[in-house]
C-alpha cells in the first residue's frame, strides 16, 4: 500500500473531516450513525434514479465492509491518523455485522433490528481490538456466528 500512501492520505483527510463536520470524535451520536446506516433505515429519495434510495454498502457479494476495512487498516499501517482510524474500525466492524442480520434493500428502508440486537452488537463489537476484527474481517461475506 505505500505507493499508494498519497491518495490514502487525502482518503483519510476527506472522510474524517466529514465525519468531524458532522459528529464529535468517538461520540455516541457517530456509532448511532453507523448502526442505523448498517440497519439499512437511511432513506433519501433524491437517489431513486439510481435505485438507490437507502445508503447501504450492499454489493454483490456483500463485501463492500471488507474493502472499507482494508482502507482502514492500509492508513493504520502506513501511519496515517492511526489512532483515529483504529478507534473508528469496530465501528466499521459495527455497522457490518447490523447489517448482515437485517440484509437491508437498497430500495425499501428497514423497520430497524431489535434495540436489544443492536446494544447487544454494540457491546460485543465495540471493545474489539485491531488484531480481533483481522481475523473476524477474514469471514466472508459475514461476521463469524452470523448468518
Known amino acids: 500500500m505505500a505507493p499508494l500512501r498519497s491518495d490514502l492520505a487525502f482518503l483519510s483527510q ?17 456509532v448511532d450513525a453507523f448502526a ?7 432513506f433519501d429519495p433524491r437517489r431513486a434514479d439510481v435505485e438507490a434510495e ?6 454483490t457479494p456483500p463485501v463492500a465492509y471488507h474493502g472499507w476495512y482494508v482502507l482502514q487498516r492500509a492508513m493504520m499501517l502506513l501511519g496515517i491518523s492511526p489512532l483515529r482510524w483504529a ?6 466492524g459495527f ?10 434493500s437498497t430500495r425499501t428502508p428497514n423497520p430497524g433490528l431489535p434495540a436489544s440486537t443492536v446494544y447487544q452488537l ?9 488484531a480481533r476484527l483481522d481475523q473476524d474481517f477474514r469471514s466472508m461475506p459475514y461476521p463469524p456466528g452470523i448468518s
Open 95 to 104: 455497522a457490518w455485522a447490523l447489517q448482515s442480520i437485517a440484509k437491508p
Open 36 to 42: 442505523w446506516f448498517g440497519q439499512g433505515v437511511l
Open 14 to 30: 476527506f472522510q474524517l473531516n466529514l465525519f468531524d463536520s458532522f459528529y464529535r470524535p468517538n461520540s455516541p451520536e457517530f
Open 87 to 92: 478507534r473508528i474500525s469496530p465501528v466499521t
Open 122 to 130: 454494540r457491546a460485543s463489537w465495540l471493545p474489539k481490538s485491531i
Open 54 to 59: 437507502v445508503h447501504t454498502m450492499n454489493r
